[in-house]
């Protein structure tokens, strides 16, 4: 499939199925170029979704599955904007610490205003939102789904 800006588009093979997201550059340069450069490397092929709320968000990014891992890269400084977190809003995973977000993300089931201006969005879900919504959803999550492959489409 022909995407309108394939340097900035990430396709997710999940064991769900296919997910595409939108890099947003625009909001979050640096975020986009990290997570580009970590699924140019093949860092999120088998990562699972570790933490999958109901009614709010699944994440991934860990290479452990649990929450606490992350890349071997330096933790990326914020990029908060304007933009609302909304069904299929792509954001970085971090701590208390505003500056701590590293190759963990999230993607929104649902609007969540109370993340706006805290969390650092650096896409949104283009394709595949009814197979986000199918996730195995827990806390943490027994047998998660996994990414497959996450490519920038400009690759394949």
């Not at 109901?54 to 071997?72: H, K, L, R, V």
């Not at 914020?78 to 993607?107: C, L, M, W, Y």
Request: proline share 6%.
């Amino acid at each position: 499939m022909a995407y309108e800006n394939p340097e900035d588009t990430l396709v997710l093979e999940t064991t769900k199925g296919k997910v595409v997201i939108k890099l947003r550059p625009d909001l979050a340069p640096n975020h986009v170029a990290r997570v580009k450069e970590l699924a140019r490397e093949g860092f999120y092929d088998g990562v699972v979704f570790h933490r999958v709320i109901d009614g709010f968000m699944a994440q991934t990014g860990d290479p452990t599955g649990t929450g606490s891992g992350g890349s071997d890269k330096p933790d990326l400084k914020a990029e908060f904007s304007d933009e609302s977190h909304k069904r299929g809003t792509v954001s970085a995973a971090r701590t208390a610490n505003p500056n701590s977000a590293n190759s963990q993300f999230f993607i929104c089931f649902t609007d969540a205003p109370w993340l706006n201006k805290q969390y650092s969005v650096w896409g949104e879900v283009i394709e595949g939102m009814d197979v986000v919504d199918t996730i195995k959803r827990g806390e943490p999550v027994r047998d998660p789904d996994a990414i497959t492959t996450m490519r920038v489409a400009a690759d394949l």
